[in-house]
């Protein structure tokens, strides 16, 4: 186990992590958001989501349990990269993700998917565990997407300006 880090949780941490614990893989303790990029390929955007993954800390957290006490635990090759899923029209990727947003996630921590859409362009589903959140928001990952997308230099980035890959 030297590869795991223990984090502690604060009230609103433990409360999520007990919710899970009691309803394990359920929708309940998620967020998440559809997003249509209209001049993105799937490839780039996928190459981007990845990156993103890489770069955020919280997405190598894991939900865990040490000595009966609830923790968070890094472990950063449990990370989950993008999944392409096929082409579909803008409705059918309304209707995609309003059906992913009540299914359970099954205990991870965040999922990503990514298609092409028949009116040109991409989309993106995102949900995540609030727990994710608590320490790096929504709208800074959708941002940091964009950045990375755009070339920019990303908020808070200790490196030069980031690209897409």
Known sequence: M?????????????????????????AINTVGFLLRLPSVSVEELCAVIDRVIEEIPPF???LSEQGGEPCLVRKDEAREKCRKMG???AEDAAAEWDDLSV???????????????????????ARFHHIILDGYDNHRIIQRIL????GRKAEGSTEGTATAA
């Open 2 to 26: 030297s590869d795991l880090k223990r984090y502690e949780l604060n009230r609103s941490e433990y409360g999520i992590y007990m919710n899970e614990r009691a309803f394990r893989g359920t």
């Open 60 to 62: 190598g957290l894991m």
């Open 87 to 89: 082409t579909m029209s």
């Open 103 to 125: 299914r359970p996630m099954g205990g991870k921590m965040y999922e990503f998917r990514a298609g092409a859409l028949t009116e040109g362009g991409s989309y993106l589903i």
């Open 147 to 150: 950045d990375l997308r755009s």
